[in-house]
């Protein structure tokens, strides 16, 4: 029965689809096991499968509710749910709850950015909240700059939610639909590959499809071709020259400009060589990760302040000193000027934007992601 | 018996200086649809902004009565309804409440409604095991508390854009009331109502001996 119904996403790991009633016993197996009760939406008062298996109907009927099973087995590994749907100021409530043998291998973050996009595609939602809490944050880490550049903290509750012996703060984030617009290509892309770039792929690992209708298919085919087989040899780590700084931002900005997300995407999540392998100095991935952060973080200060991000340019990168400073021009608003300080290491560290007009941001940054 | 209402006089009324504070009856409903189907304030009731049928409408309190506390709020002069106080999603594991106040819009920041909150916020942590009262409150509904109480509360969370209303998004602002602030903050409260009250006494005082001179003079 479960193999007929249909699929909302099919991702590489993860796939969500809608609920039956054979998937129950699942369900209430799920929410037996004590260790994970506070993480789960509640049917409380249910001490019976009976009794469960009313309240999750009732519960249905309120929200939507898909579950989340292994894209290979379709084994049930979890569940995402909107709540609390507000189609009037068109807001939603989304939670994401992975069984604790899948939290670490990143599905619960494939499965929650599929369904934020289909919720955003298909609801005309301007926002999505979740409230996460305090000891379940490590699932943002596995995409660098999600929360600096897509999640907006709007609120912490101090000392909400009782677990394990103590009370924990719950932290409410807001995705809104403009920055979300601007960010899914990449993280729809990054979490599709597992956060992996084809070279650490297995043949058979490379593919998945979406349904949603709002999401322009790729193949798996289009995907592998357009990154590298396998991994660059890792190369020794050397001190860079000043201009490999330089050559790291200009390159950055360029695949940016250029929508090149999966040359992004190596940046990000591996060492790269600048030059041959053989005398290259190599741009750390921390590096740029930082600056993916900080790009995002100026767009949403830029979207805060009213600045129509299509007009953001970016001039070319200057050297002075241990210092490269590039401008950028939001419209007619105004300027924001960055500055990244290296240390001997020609590691970041510390960034410091100024800006005029309109826009002004301030940012600094040492090797700890930034808000 | 209550001559607005109709209903016997409740035994667990809550009697202060300007407001009383009792339990609902079906007899009140009346009053009940009245502010529900304000079209100013659909908002406060549904997120849909559905205006209810009668028989929808009774069907909706009583659903809401079985899952709140909710006292109504009656003037004590007058004897009037003013509003309402209700305790909503009540958390016993985590201890945690929602608070909601409803006043009509001319006690709206006055001592009536600060005195009913006052009140109600006493009797929660007093009866129920709460560590900490919310209130959410849209940005164009500041004051609805009076500042002397919205004062003592601290801000947890502002939910940018979330509500529309009067042709814009209006921020929601969560205010937060932790157990071991209160005997402080109620404690102040208590004062300056006092003071209030005993100032609009001889106000009222002032100006009957003004009138009382006008008359001998005339």
């Known amino acids: 029965m479960t193999s007929n119904i249909p699929y909302i996403y099919e991702g590489q790991q993860v796939s969500l689809r809608l609920l039956s009633t054979e998937d129950i016993p699942t369900l209430y197996q799920w929410r ?61 409530f989304v939670l994401s709850y992975m069984t604790e043998q899948r939290r670490s291998q990143r599905m619960g973050i494939e499965a929650t950015v599929g369904f934020w996009d289909y919720l955003f595609a298909h609801l005309n939602l301007r926002k999505i ?68 770039t084809a070279g650490q792929l297995k043949p058979d690992e490379a593919g998945g499809s979406l349904d949603s209708a709002a999401i322009p298919h790729r193949s798996p085919e289009t995907a592998m071709r357009s990154l590298p087989a396998r991994l660059p040899k890792q190369r020794r780590r050397r001190p860079r020259s000043q201009s490999a700084n330089v050559e790291a931002v200009r390159r950055y900005l360029r ?15 591996e060492d790269i060589a600048l030059d041959t392998p053989a005398t290259g100095p190599v741009v750390g991935k921390e590096d740029v990760g930082n600056l993916l952060r900080f790009r995002y973080g100026v767009r949403r200060r830029a979207i805060e302040t009213g600045a129509p991000m299509h007009e953001i340019s970016w001039g070319q990168p200057e050297e002075t000193g241990d210092t490269v400073q ?10 924001i000027r960055i500055s990244w300080a290296f240390n001997s290491e020609n590691k970041i560290r510390s960034m410091l934007a100024e800006g005029s007009g309109e826009l002004m941001a301030r940012y ?6 930034f808000e | 018996m209550n001559k607005l209402t109709g209903d016997p006089d409740s035994s667990t009324a809550h009697v202060g200086q300007f407001v009383t504070l009792r339990a609902v009856g079906r007899a009140d409903y009346p009053i009940f649809l009245q502010w529900r189907t304000d079209i100013k304030e659909l908002h406060v ?50 201890g945690w409440c929602m608070l909601r106040v409803y006043f009509a819009p001319e006690y709206r920041g006055r001592e009536t409604g600060i005195e009913a909150c006052l009140i109600f916020v006493d009797y929660l942590f007093a009866n129920i095991a709460l560590r900490k009262i919310y209130i ?38 969560r205010l937060a009331l932790f157990l071991e602030r209160w005997p402080e903050l109620r404690e102040r409260i208590r004062v300056t109502l006092q003071v209030g009250a005993e100032a609009a006494e001889l106000v009222t005082e002032k100006q009957e001996e003004e009138v009382g001179r006008t008359d001998v003079g005339s």
């Open chain 1, 32 to 92: 037996a096991d004590w260790r994970s009760f506070v993480l789960l939406p509640a049917a409380d008062g249910a001490s019976t499968r009976e009794e469960f298996a009313k309240k999750w109907q009732a519960m249905i009927q309120r929200t939507i509710t898909l579950l989340a099973v292994g894209a290979r087995d379709g084994q049930p590994i979890g569940l995402v749910q909107a709540y609390d749907i507000n189609l009037a100021d068109r807001w939603c």
């Open chain 1, 129 to 196: 909240y979740s409230d996460v809490s305090e000891f379940n944050l490590g699932w943002m880490n596995a995409i660098p700059g999600l929360e600096s550049g897509l999640l907006g903290r709007e609120g912490r509750f101090v000392q909400h939610t009782l677990h394990d012996n103590q009370y924990w703060d719950v932290i409410r984030f807001a995705v809104y639909r403009e920055l979300w617009q601007e960010t899914r290509d990449f993280l729809l892309t990054f979490v599709r590959l597992g956060g992996k």
């Open chain 1, 255 to 269: 695949y940016e400009r250029e929508g090149r997300i999966d040359e992004i995407m190596r940046m990000v999540s």
């Open chain 1, 326 to 335: 590039i401008v950028a021009s939001v419209g007619h608003t105004g300027t």
């Open chain 1, 364 to 369: 600094v940054l040492s090797n700890t992601p």
């Open chain 2, 45 to 94: 009731w549904s997120s849909a902004r559905l205006v209810p049928t009668v028989e929808g409408f009774e069907a909706e309190m009583d659903r809401l009565l079985s899952q709140s506390t909710t006292l109504l709020a009656l003037h004590n002069q007058s004897g009037e309804p003013i509003g309402f106080v209700q305790a909503y999603n009540i958390n016993p594991t985590d």
């Open chain 2, 136 to 173: 959410d409150l849209p940005e164009f509904n500041r004051g609805l508390l009076g500042s002397m109480f919205e004062g003592g509360l601290s801000e947890e969370g502002r939910f940018r854009e979330h509500t529309w209303y009067e042709g814009r998004y209006w921020d929601s602002i």
